[in-house]
């Protein structure tokens, strides 16, 4: 993931987080 955005941080966690279920 790359950090540009904060919003996009935060998608990119949860698609992560959504990943790991």
Same mark, same amino acid.
């Given at each position: %993931?790359?950090?540009?955005?904060?919003?996009?941080?935060?998608? %990119? /966690?949860? /698609?992560?987080?959504?990943?790991?279920?």
């Amino acid at each position: %993931c790359t950090f540009i955005i904060k919003f996009y941080i935060i998608f %990119c /966690l949860g /698609l992560k987080f959504f990943h790991y279920i």
